[in-house]
């Protein structure tokens, strides 16, 4: 049985989760189209599913696309589970008198922030890709299906989906931090910096993916 070394773990951790950012960043912009209205947005989810054309068969990208995404997924939390086992394994009895150690509250909360994350994912999933929990549900209009998901009466999607990206945004902070630190990024200025740009990339993510639902609750976008 291999028995990947912790170093190996955090590399796998922070190339999945550069893998997951940069699909985060790309979707955002995505989004965003929806101000452009129902056409650009309509042709822009369209044009996903026919992107890779003529040289693969319709849809065959995007399918590579979720194949990779879940394989940076399944590593990402592969990796986590373990090295927090090992942690664990490493320090069996609690603390008595655990010192106060000075963490961020987004670096103590990443494995529930992940859990929220995760369990999102699969929400969305189903709400706007397959339309299952969508009111509209209809793949040939997703502009519709995100005006009628997100319309004044349906405000507690729009609250579930705030908690959620600012659960998104708390674990990027921490995570992206992390990930520079592991690849290389050891020295305080190079720390005090990755940690700027994290929270910064954090808080353009999470401005973006919002403004799309507070847009529709607020008649912007209709
Ligand atoms: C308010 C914010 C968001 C909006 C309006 C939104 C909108 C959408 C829409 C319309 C689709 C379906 C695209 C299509 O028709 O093919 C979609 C798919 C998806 N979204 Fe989002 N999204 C948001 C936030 C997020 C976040 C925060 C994540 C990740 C944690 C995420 C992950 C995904 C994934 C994995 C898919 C499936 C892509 C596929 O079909 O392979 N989304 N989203």
Redesign the pocket.
């Known amino acids: 049985m291999v028995r990947p070394s912790s170093v190996t773990l955090k590399i796998i951790m922070a190339v999945s989760g550069i893998v997951?950012v940069l699909?985060?960043f790309v979707?955002?912009v995505?989004?965003l189209k929806?101000f452009l209205g129902a056409t650009d947005?309509n042709h822009y989810?369209?044009w996903?599913?026919s992107l890779g054309t003529p040289l693969l068969p319709e849809t065959w990208y995007?399918?590579i696309?979720?194949a990779g995404?879940t394989i940076a997924l399944i590593a990402h939390v592969y990796a986590a589970a373990v090295l927090t086992r090992r942690a664990r394994a490493a320090r069996p009895v609690k603390y008595a008198h655990r010192p106060k150690i000075q963490s961020s509250y987004s670096a103590r909360t990443m494995r529930w922030g992940g859990v929220i994350?995760l369990l999102?994912?699969i929400y969305?999933?189903l709400?706007?890709?397959t339309g299952h929990l969508n009111p509209n549900g209809d793949?040939e209009h997703?502009?519709t299906?995100?005006v009628q998901?997100?319309a004044p009466d349906r405000w507690y999607v729009t609250l579930f989906?705030t908690l959620?990206?600012v659960a998104?945004g708390l674990h990027l902070a921490h995570g992206i931090f992390s990930a520079a630190r592991t690849l290389g990024q050891q020295t305080m200025k190079g720390q005090r910096r990755a940690k700027h740009i994290a929270i910064a990339l954090s808080l353009v993510?999470v401005v973006g993916?919002?403004?799309?639902?507070f847009a529709v609750l607020t008649g912007l976008v209709d």
């Open positions: 997951l699909f985060l979707h955002m995505g989004n929806i947005f989810a369209h996903l599913r995007l399918w696309q979720r995404l994350v999102f994912a969305h999933i709400d706007l890709t793949r997703p502009y299906n995100v998901d997100f989906y959620a990206i998104v993510l993916y919002l403004s799309v639902p």
